[in-house]
């Protein structure tokens, strides 16, 4: 059973405590008051009226019905009394809270491209800005960190790139003085090294914004032809089938070579890791224009480093208007790239 939020468990606790309240005093009238004309007014002199003697005339049915109408009377009132509390404490329940809402919705909107924005209160008290100060401060901490591991990263790749090049280069010059298989094996390792570099290399521009991100109209048929080529190959090689739905094809406006790296890391993820058929398709819905590949995932395979979804995040961040989307269902995977209407 879900436990009710704060709001919710505020209200209830405003409305009970008003409802609690009436209910005691009804109470403790009700009791005094059959106290008082049972047993308090039996013969006694009445304090301004001298003459005016009070007697226990009343019947036990007679206070009964007195005082089960006060009952009834307070009873009557406590309801609107507890409902109007409800509403009231819900009022201020949500009013109270709202501070800490906006916060939420600030701490939401924060990413890796924004680590510089700052949570606000403004009609926060005391005690809520005084948390509102520490998330702050927090966030400026994980700035400092995210920074400092982003530029190391960034400077370590490009100081292993120079002396990889170098290596492969002269792995090529003595290619004819060492084994073959050898020497195959040294400048696919060589390579694997050096596209990986490339790949943080990348990621590290893109989280900097210090990509060029120029658009312009993209013939999406012509460009997926133009990269999927290859990749028909490769398929073909692991007999597996790679086939194209284009639909009714489509035109958007993106950087081009964005899209084309986007599409090769769907295309090589999907090669890695997964098997049977690769199906690729541009389709259309609500105005926006969707570029999928999708196949069957393998039954068991080792966790990958993540650099493809992670380049791919960078890049649709690097464009308005671009989105990505992964669907998995039972042993099926779709990876889309999202264009949104600009209207």
């Known amino acids: 059973m879900n436990r009710p939020n704060l709001q919710s468990r505020l209200t209830l606790w405003f409305a009970s405590s008003i409802l609690a309240v009436g ?11 059959r106290h008082e004309l049972q047993y308090e007014q039996w013969e006694r002199v009445h304090p301004e009226n001298p003459d005016f003697i009070l007697h226990g005339a009343y019947s036990k049915e007679e206070i009964d019905d007195i005082a089960g109408h006060i009952l009834h009377i307070s009873a009557l009132i406590s309801i609107p009394v507890a409902l109007t509390a409800l509403l009231l404490g819900r009022y201020l329940a949500r ?12 701490l939401q909107q924060i990413g890796t491209v924004n680590l510089n924005a700052r949570v606000e209160a403004s009609d926060a008290d005391s005690e809520l800005e005084t948390i509102t100060k520490n998330i702050n401060a927090l966030l ?7 920074r400092e591991i982003a530029e190391f990263s960034a400077q370590v790749a490009h100081e292993l ?10 792995l090529e010059d003595a290619s004819t003085k060492i084994d073959p298989e050898l020497s195959e094996g040294l400048q696919d390792g060589l390579q694997h090294l050096e596209s990986y570099v490339d ?8 989280e900097r914004n210090q990509l060029s991100t120029e658009t312009e109209p993209i ?24 086939v194209c739905d284009y639909g009714q094809g489509g035109q958007v406006i993106a950087v081009p070579w964005i899209i084309r790296q986007i599409l090769h890391n769907f295309l090589s993820n999907a090669l890695k890791h997964g098997t049977g058929t690769i199906a690729a398709a ?14 069957a995932c393998k039954a068991s395979r080792t966790p990958g480093t993540g650099l493809g979804l992670r380049i791919v995040d960078a890049l649709t961040r690097c464009q308005s208007h671009l989105r990505h989307e992964y669907q998995r269902e039972a042993e099926h995977y779709r ?9």
């Open 95 to 106: 009013k109270s809270l709202r501070p800490l809402a906006k916060i939420n919705a600030q």
């Open 335 to 343: 990876a889309s790239l999202v264009f949104e209407s600009l209207s």
């Open 23 to 33: 209910l005691l005093f009804a109470g403790i009238t009700y009791l005094h008051l």
């Open 282 to 295: 541009i389709t259309h819905d609500a105005g926006e224009t969707f570029l999928s590949v999708s196949n």
């Open 219 to 242: 013939d999406l048929v012509s460009l997926v032809e133009d990269i999927i080529e290859p990749f028909t190959l490769l398929a073909r090689e692991e007999g597996r089938e790679l």
């Open 161 to 170: 790139r120079t002396p990889l090049t170098l290596m492969r280069l002269q």
């Open 140 to 146: 400026q901490r994980i700035e400092a960190g995210y």
């Open 199 to 206: 790949q943080c290399l990348l990621i590290a521009r893109a």
